[in-house]
Nanobody, 123 residues
């Protein structure tokens, strides 16, 4: 298992942008971003394979969020644009995926998690 350390996040106005980072202590394959709003389940946001051309997004963030990675720096990024109040949540990166590809959106199949970072979008 790798250790994941997140940075970024904060408070932004509607329509603004933020960029999150997730740096791993070792090699990672698939890395995903999830988010959890108060009183809600943790939901899938985006994922990226080691071959960075392969990405996947939740419909709610498609065309607004971009996931990318710098393999040499062992860092995955989540660039968030056109932010909406409903994007407010704690964001987590996850790695060490343990299931088949079709389950990549399912949080329980990730063994390593970042510490979480708050993103607040004010209207």
């Amino acid at each position: 298992q790798v250790e994941l350390v997140q940075s970024g996040g904060g408070l932004v106005q509607v329509g603004g942008s933020l960029k999150l980072s997730c740096t791993a202590s070792g090699r990672t394959d698939k890395v995903a971003w999830f988010r959890q709003a108060p009183g809600e389940d943790r939901e899938f946001v985006a994922a990226i394979h080691r071959g960075a051309s392969s990405t996947l997004y939740a419909d709610s963030v498609k065309a607004r969020f971009t996931v990318s990675r710098d393999i040499a720096k062992r860092t995955v990024f989540l660039e968030m644009n056109s932010l909406k109040p409903e994007d407010t949540a704690i964001y987590y990166c996850a790695a060490d995926f343990t299931s088949i590809l079709s389950a990549i959106r399912v949080s329980r199949y990730y063994r390593s998690w970042g510490q979480g970072t708050q993103v607040t979008v004010s209207s």
